[in-house]
């Protein structure tokens, strides 16, 4: 068998002018080289707000939450192996690095949504020692506001359930404590409110209400008159008594009928307009 002799090794390796020479595609910097994606690792919500977002492996903003009537939005992928561009010391210009393990997109995916999290479980359940050792900082897992991630585009039904259940009891723990604060420190309790934005959201989504909870309602301008009105309304009334309708078909199954109300001629004659026969 003819033994294959080698010239070039560690101990004596080529110069870095006949590296550039032999190998000119691995010293062109102008496009980086890319390593093929297996698979994508989606990051969907279950939240009521958006969450803005800071990581070395996302960079598409803010982490969506469901506006009315979502009952999850996707907020992007992960490509897996995770890919990023970073300074090339050796040929100048920028290398794509990529993390070659086979659970390294799984990692960074929980990692965006709890630094905190130092497994491959999303929801593992670390005791007092393990959190204080893994900590990286508060208040930053967004997977118990109901952010999950998953290898299924749409998400599978008992993905979904996981994270909504985690989100309401998250709501629920933040409610009980707000309730147990009002009642042990009123005199602290509006500061308290102030350091926790999300309680208003979850009264809302428990539908559970207090004397010192109002509930947010998004406000729109009425097509028809102008006033300002609740968003997403079929009628409301005017300050002269008399309702706008503005979808005909919800108004009606509510029971308010535009003869009846937009033009009650023969109970409120002062309202007739003025016709001229053609």
């Known amino acids: 068998m003819e033994t294959i002799k080698q010239v070039h090794g560690f101990t004596d390796p080529l110069s870095a002018s006949q ?11 102008r496009l980086p080289r890319m390593f093929p994606i297996h698979r994508h690792i989606y990051l969907y919500s279950t939240a009521r707000r958006d969450f803005p977002k800071k990581h070395v492996y996302w960079k598409q903003g803010a982490l969506l939450g469901c506006r009315k009537g979502e009952r999850y939005v996707c907020c992007g992928s992960i490509p897996d192996p995770p890919q990023q561009l970073s300074v090339d010391p050796d040929r100048g210009g920028l290398r794509v690095d990529v993390e070659p393990r086979d659970e390294a997109g799984w990692r960074v995916a929980i990692d965006i949504l709890n630094p905190n999290n130092p497994s491959l479980d999303p929801y593992i359940n670390l005791n007092s020692q ?56 009123p005199q602290g309790f509006r500061m308290w409110l102030r350091n926790n934005p999300d309680i208003n959201t979850a009264m809302e989504a428990l539908g559970i209400t207090a004397d010192w909870h109002t509930k947010a309602e998004i406000k729109a301008i009425c097509p028809n008159c102008g006033d300002t009105i609740k968003a997403g309304v079929a009628y409301h009334t005017r300050a002269n008594g008399r309702d706008c309708i503005i979808d005909a078909t919800r108004a009606a199954k509510a029971g308010v009928k535009p003869e009846d109300k937009n033009e009650p001629q023969q109970k409120r004659p002062y309202h007739r307009r003025n016709t001229v026969a053609a």
């Not at 590296?19 to 910097?29: A, G, H």
């Open 19 to 29: 590296m550039r020479t032999q190998n000119p595609d691995l010293f062109d910097t």
């Open 130 to 185: 393990q959190s204080a050792l893994y900590a990286t900082g508060q208040n930053v897992d967004l997977i118990r506001f109901g952010l999950f991630p998953s290898l299924n585009n749409p998400p599978k039904e008992e993905e979904i359930l996981r994270a909504e259940k985690a989100r309401d009891d998250s709501y629920q723990k933040l409610v009980d404590e707000a309730f147990a604060e009002q009642a042990s420190n």
